[in-house]
């Protein structure tokens, strides 16, 4: 009788979905959950002689008291408050353009302006290296055409600067324009008819109809562009590797020197948790000042 009794089923109908998601949860855990985890003790630790020991909050201590990452900190904002709205604004124009019946082969001018966006981050840096060369690069050349002196791009404090957010601008334009042309084409047709009716103009309609429709998607690409930016590395490491004096060191930067570099890795933790709290306050402003006033 005993034999006959059926075997119990491992998978079922009930925990076939539970076995697929398996593989998924256990990476999560292993490359995910787990180093994040480890990283935290890590700040809360110092090493000595390859051992190492619980330190409180000495790391910590020793960010908010270290001159160099206030500059990396001053560095980021300054990048973050002049290129993210300069590149929102030229986003929305050109995906007002981009959405117009009168522009002719939209779909290569679409594709064109979204391709920096797919372009390698070490290749585009190499790039943009090469032509701001203060020697041999294009654009010296370029101005040296009509008469202006060659610029230091990446050997002048103030023109690194500009550098980067030329390079950072050019790269990620084309991408938020794309988000901003989703969000017009949800745009009904008959506010633009009955404005028009009104007798109001391309521009009112713009102020008066595109802007505030497209709030959502500003808010949206606000947040992205701010924590892209607030973990800005690749372009400062290539272009300029933080100089010159320290006057494109950016926050990711400083935490990828502390640990990689000089092999401090339980205060590159400290930064990187910083980094995820100021990323969050920004988050959280930004939800709070630009979202619907009835959240």
């Known amino acids: 009788m005993a034999a006959n009794k059926r075997k119990r089923k491992i998978v079922t109908p009930k925990t076939a979905p539970y076995f697929f998601i ?35 909050f000495d790391n910590y201590i020793r960010l908010f008291n270290d001159g160099l990452f206030y500059t990396a900190l001053f560095n980021t904002f300054t ?5 993210v709205p300069i590149m929102l604004s030229i986003a929305v124009v050109l995906a007002v353009l981009m959405n117009s019946a009168l522009l002719k082969m939209r779909g290569f001018f679409r594709v064109a302006f979204f391709m920096p966006a797919i372009t390698a981050l070490v290749a585009y840096a190499i790039v943009f290296m090469i032509m701001l060369d203060e020697n041999f690069g294009l654009v010296n050349y370029a101005l040296s055409l009509v008469g202006i002196d060659p610029v230091a791009w990446l050997n002048d404090p103030f023109w690194a600067k500009v550098s980067l957010i030329i390079a950072i601008t050019w790269r990620w334009t084309g991408y938020n324009m794309v988000i901003f042309l989703a969000g017009l084409q949800n745009i009904s047709n008959d506010l633009y008819e009955a ?11 713009f102020f008066s109809i595109t802007l505030p429709q497209l709030k959502p998607i500003f808010l949206f690409t606000a947040m992205l562009s701010t924590i892209g930016t607030l973990q800005l590395f690749d ?3 290539i272009l300029t590797d933080g100089g010159p004096n320290n006057s494109t060191l950016t926050i990711s930067l400083y ?5 990689f ?8 933790s400290a930064i990187a948790y910083v980094l995820v709290i100021i990323i969050a306050l920004f988050s ?11 959240d």
Request: glycine share 8%.
């Open 22 to 56: 398996a593989p998924a949860v256990l990476f999560f855990l292993v490359f995910t959950l787990w180093p994040v985890i480890q990283s935290l003790l890590l700040s809360f630790q110092t090493s000595t002689g390859g051992q190492s020991e619980f330190a409180g």
């Open 195 to 205: 404005a028009s009716i009104d007798g109001a103009g391309k521009i009112r309609q």
């Open 235 to 237: 372009e400062p490491f």
């Open 79 to 83: 990048i973050l408050i002049i290129q």
């Open 255 to 259: 935490l990828y020197l502390n640990g």
């Open 261 to 268: 570099r000089y092999f401090d890795f339980n205060y590159a």
């Open 284 to 294: 959280y402003v930004q939800m709070k000042v630009v979202g619907d006033d009835d």
